[in-house]
């Protein structure tokens, strides 16, 4: 996939974990969307790094989303322990 395919599948992955994982962000819907494509970057190299599973070359294939969408849940709850808190209510 090039790297445009990379930040679209990124950019919906961020979309599928929000939905997955609802509330208040301290970022927004920007943050958010940042969140999704470092997930799907994320995501993806941690599926072929070591679970031996490599990334094909098609935005169709399920292991690409699955890992898209785990990675950019990973970095979502990360973001939210992290920063979280810090905003005035």
Do not use: C, Q
Not at 32 to 48: D, Q
């Amino acid at each position: 996939m090039s790297i445009i395919s990379w930040i679209v599948l990124g950019l919906l992955a961020g979309v599928v974990a929000k939905i997955l994982l609802p509330g208040r962000d301290p970022g927004g819907l920007v943050g958010t969307t940042l969140i999704g494509v470092a997930g799907a970057f994320t995501g993806g190299w941690l599926s072929a790094r070591f679970l031996d599973k490599p990334i094909t070359n098609e935005i169709y294939d399920g292991a690409t989303w699955a890992a898209a969408i785990g990675g950019s849940l990973v970095l979502l709850i990360a973001y939210r322990l992290l920063f979280g808190h810090s905003r005035s209510r």
